[in-house]
């Protein structure tokens, strides 16, 4: 069973409608959460990692299954309660929805036989589908993880968002009406902003300008800046050093590195600038962080 001291709690936790639930995750911890929550047999589960990755544990661990970055796990068994027992790596966002067989019946009433597990002959079978999240359904998923939770009528904005990501998770060609921002309901433009982000990460400790990113993506400065910010809900390096400073505290945990061999394995010349861009993140510094955990 899961720590209790390493436990993830959801930041959104929102019954939709009854038998329908929208759960949210972002573990900014330094090392793996756990999610522990009964699931009964009568709930379709739709896991989307819109970042990081996790694994699932079935009959006391002694089956997982991974979730991986930019993927979605559809999972169903009407044979017996199938419940959330999750390791969410650090930096990781989770986006669940919990959906019951009446309910989803009721709003897939006309489809409901055109999808697999549904069908006559599967439909008293466990099922489970790993595939990638389009980038129309990203672009939704990063609406519901920038939603403020005690927004005004925040239950029907995620009320309407959830269905819009199931409605793309069964139709996967349909354009997503974007009205935030028009210029991701294309989808390649989604594809190139989600490039650029790996390429980022990738080369962290020595990024490309941004100029010279977008001439490596396709796309103008100005469309980068503005579809990155919208999609990941930060700026290009603002997104980058709190990916850094993140990996950086991990580093610092495990006792492998010093605050000199950090600042150098992620890029930095100069290990004062580190400790500046550290505590301006954390509000400490390095040595002040390491001191406070063996306190």
Do not use: W
Request: aromatic share 10%; hydrophobic share 40%; glycine share 4%.
């Amino acid at each position: 069973m899961a720590k209790e001291n390493n436990a993830l709690r959801p930041r959104t936790d929102q019954l939709i409608e009854d038998g329908f639930y929208i759960l949210t995750y972002d573990n900014t911890a330094i090392d793996t959460q756990h999610i522990v929550r009964h699931v009964d047999a009568s709930l379709i589960q739709f896991h989307f990692c819109f970042r990081g990755s996790a694994t699932f544990n079935f009959n006391q661990r002694s089956y997982s299954l991974p979730l991986l970055d930019e993927h979605v796990l559809l999972l169903y068994n009407p044979q017996r309660d199938l419940p959330m027992e999750l390791d969410v790596a650090p930096n990781t966002q989770l986006v669940t929805v919990l959906i019951s067989i009446k309910k989803f019946h009721s709003l897939f009433s006309q489809e409901a036989n055109q999808i697999s597990f549904l069908s006559d002959e599967n439909i008293n079978k466990k099922y489970y589908k790993d595939h990638n999240i389009t980038p129309s359904m990203a672009v939704v998923l990063s609406q519901i993880l920038n939603h403020q939770p005690n927004a005004m009528m925040g239950r029907l904005y995620l009320k309407g968002k959830v269905y819009e990501l199931l409605s793309l998770y069964f139709n996967p060609i349909e354009a997503t009406d974007i009205s935030e921002c028009p210029f991701l309901v294309d989808e390649e433009n989604v594809r190139k902003i989600r490039n650029a982000k790996q390429i980022m990460l990738d080369r962290m400790t020595d990024p490309p300008s941004l100029q010279a990113l977008a001439h490596e993506i396709g796309l103008s400065l100005k469309k980068l800046k503005e579809g990155f910010k919208q999609l990941y809900g930060n700026t290009v390096y603002q997104f980058v050093l709190d990916h850094k400073m993140n990996h950086a505290r991990q580093l610092l945990v495990t006792g492998s590195h010093n605050v000199n061999e950090v600042a150098l394995e992620l890029g930095y010349s100069n290990s004062s600038h580190f400790i500046d861009a550290f505590k301006k993140k954390f509000g400490t510094t390095p040595k002040k962080y390491l001191l406070s955990l063996s306190s």
